[in-house]
């Protein structure tokens, strides 16, 4: 496990990092990936904040990042560990392409991205799953416990309403199979308030879920 200093400078000085701060920057203009595009916060509000997930990966992790958009935390992680393989699935072929482009780019070898929607994956298939500003945790964990096999995390990065979205998840969680072990709490190097949560699939998820048709985010468990 890294620390958080050392986690910083990995962000700030990587150059495998900063090329894909310059790649990502000149394909936003095409693409519109993302809305941060000044240097220090891209180093701050995505690559910093997607390193800090890696303390929850065990050695050798096979790990599904859900709702990959611009490569985050996908990218930085797979740069960071490379004793892990990583899988990014985004419904959104452009940003599929560009996470893709920026592997090739960048020569990382443990990732790729697929176009595909969250209940098209195969199930039971990871024992990680990453996930960063998709949806709210009793939708999130619809998408992502099933493909996790028995025993795997769920890493949710969230905000500072954390806690509240872990008791507004319990019942999603329950059905489900999952367990929240552990709310870590950090701030980044701007300021703000950010949480993982960190939740262990502790049985199998019934074979009925995800639901079709958009339906963790029209009619989320509750």
């Known amino acids: 496990m890294y620390d958080c200093l050392q986690l910083l400078d990995f962000a700030a000085r ?10 990502l920057k000149s394909e936003n203009a095409k693409y519109n990936l993302t809305a941060i595009t ?9 690559f910093y904040d997607s390193l800090v997930g890696e303390r929850f990966l065990e050695e050798g992790a096979n790990v599904c990042d859900i709702g990959s958009g611009a490569g985050f935390p996908l990218i930085p992680l797979a740069l960071l560990r490379g004793d892990c393989s990583f899988t990014g699935v985004d419904s959104t072929q452009k ?22 929607r969250a209940e098209d994956i195969a199930k039971e298939s990871f024992t990680a799953v990453t996930s960063r500003a998709v949806a709210a945790l009793n939708t999130l964990a619809e998408y992502c416990l099933p493909v996790l096999k028995v025993g795997g995390v769920l890493i949710a990065y969230k905000g500072s309403n954390a806690e509240e979205e872990v008791r507004a998840a319990a019942k999603a969680l329950q059905i489900l199979g999952g367990k929240t072990e552990e709310i870590f709490r950090y701030c980044l190097p701007t300021g703000e308030e950010r949480a993982l949560v960190r939740i262990r699939k502790v049985s199998p998820t019934p074979a009925k879920y995800p639901r079709p048709g958009n339906k963790p985010r029209i009619k989320p468990i509750s």
């Open 14 to 23: 990587n150059s495998k990092l900063d090329e894909f701060a310059k790649f």
């Open 38 to 46: 000044e240097e220090a916060e891209i180093v701050s509000k995505h």
């Open 95 to 116: 940003k599929v392409n560009f996470i893709n482009a920026a592997c090739a780019k960048l020569d990382i070898k443990n990732c790729y991205a697929v176009h595909a």
